[in-house]
């Protein structure tokens, strides 16, 4: 829920909803051990590197040919309700912004990091994403859509496969809260890493679309 955009490695306020909102233990989590790890790392010496992947996806990700697909990343599920003939579902019309990073970007920035060249990745935190490949989740589907079509297996896929609409407490319970947009500022990584993302987002899906329908 943090104002910013795009948001800092570093100095952007980490905000999260009211208590009855439940959906954010997981955010909760992901900063509480975060924040003990920096720490450690400031009072005890800890080597360490911090690392947020920001919607990665591509080939491998999940196995959409599961008919029940429950998966939360969106590439993955939008894919398996095409490949099972459902309706893709907009959470509250789908006008959430999010950036999507291909694998093979997200695999060479890790190696950066592993390979920690000068202890350049030392006692740092990077956002791990592609802030140029911002898109709604509506559009997102739309693309997906557009891209799947092509193929001459899926030439129907516009009949088949609707899109439909439904609010986020009728699809996930009252416990539900989003973000309105997600990008990430990539300052550190492209500094000390010496990484910036390559892959734009239709070359990404059509990678994907080709690795899951072809």
Known sequence: MSPDLPYDEETSTLTTGPISKERWIYSCSKQMIDRVIYAYGHHRGLDFTLFRPFNWFGPGLDDVKKKDNKSSRVVSKFLSNILHKQDITLIDGGAQQRSFL???????????????????????????GHPGNECSIKELAEIILD???????????RSEVKIVNMKGED????????????????????????????????????????????
């Open 102 to 128: 291909y694998i093979d970007d997200a695999i060479v920035a890790l190696g950066r990091i592993i390979e920690n060249k000068g202890g350049a990745a030392k006692g740092r935190i990077f956002n791990i």
């Open 147 to 157: 891209v799947v079509s092509k193929l001459p297996a899926y030439k129907n896929v």
């Open 171 to 214: 699809y996930y319970g009252s416990g539900y809260q989003d973000v309105a947009a997600r990008v990430p500022k990539i300052d550190n990584a492209i500094q000390y890493l010496g990484w910036k993302p390559t892959t734009g987002l239709m070359e990404a899906i059509q990678k994907t679309v080709a690795y899951y329908l072809t």
